[in-house]
């Protein structure tokens, strides 16, 4: 079963508007982690945001925010006044269980958007 | 600037090759891992490493590949008899975990395109 879904495969969006970048997750843990990562056409991978699953406020970076609704297990990506370098693939990924010393925390990814601003 | 960096950023190959890659962390990380990532897909776990330990292996690091990390810094991802299927983009990432903190930080990757 998919772990992270992200239901869009492509987006356009006219520059400048807001843009929701949907992901829900499947997990069982209580304590979890959710990331957001951008990577350009250039293929480098760029942290964005980070939401843990105890806390109680959803994160925020700048033009970036997360809406995070735990019950519905989703944690969507909302980027503000969108501009043409937002372009790119943008992936949701999960680490599960908490932070510690002896835990494997390889992420685990959902398949991407990709995102296109249009001037 | 001390990213992660990766060298080297583009491997052409012939199949049959043997190609190794080198990932060198931000300084005072002490987790490194290697993912692996093809067109269209989000990335997979290939094996991580706590300090110089490696910790664990994904089922899709097969017998022709090899990572080490020698004195906990930089680590080599080595592929012996390189096939065709092994063609994708390889990223290394590192992070300095605490109870609070975990992000993992990507370098450029390299990628290898298999002939």
């Known amino acids: 079963a998919q772990k992270i879904t992200q239901t869009q495969p492509g987006m356009f969006v006219q520059e400048k508007e807001a843009v929701t970048l949907d992901c829900t997750y499947d997990?069982?843990?209580?304590?979890?982690?959710l990331f957001w990562y951008k990577q350009p056409s250039s293929g480098e991978m760029i942290f964005l945001i980070y939401q843990g699953s105890y806390d109680e406020q959803n994160a925020t970076e700048g033009r970036y925010s997360l809406n995070f609704q735990k019950a519905r297990k989703s944690a969507n990506l909302v980027i503000s006044a969108s501009q043409l370098g937002d372009s790119a693939m943008y992936f949701c990924a999960m680490r599960e269980a908490h932070p510690a010393m002896d835990s494997n925390y390889q992420l685990i990814w959902g398949a991407g958007t990709k995102l296109i601003i249009k001037p | 600037d001390t990213g992660v960096s990766q060298n080297p950023r583009h491997k052409i190959t012939k199949r049959g090759q043997n190609v190794t890659f080198r990932c060198d962390p931000i300084?005072?990380?002490?987790?490194l891992y290697w993912y692996r990532q093809t067109l269209g897909q989000g990335p997979e776990f290939l094996t991580y490493?706590?300090?110089?330990?490696?910790?664990?292996k994904s089922r899709l690091l097969s017998d022709r590949f090899s990572a080490e990390r020698p004195k906990g810094s930089f680590s080599t991802l080595e592929i012996q008899r390189t096939e065709q299927g092994d063609s994708a983009m390889y990223l290394c990432?590192?992070?300095?975990?605490?109870?609070?903190?975990?992000?993992?930080?990507f370098g450029p990757g390299t990628r290898l395109t298999v002939l």
């Open positions: 300084s005072e990380h002490n987790r």
């Open positions: 997990t069982s843990d209580q304590s979890y982690g």
């Open positions: 990432a590192s992070s300095l975990v605490s109870p609070k903190t975990d992000t993992q930080y």
């Open positions: 490493f706590q300090n110089e330990a490696q910790l664990e």
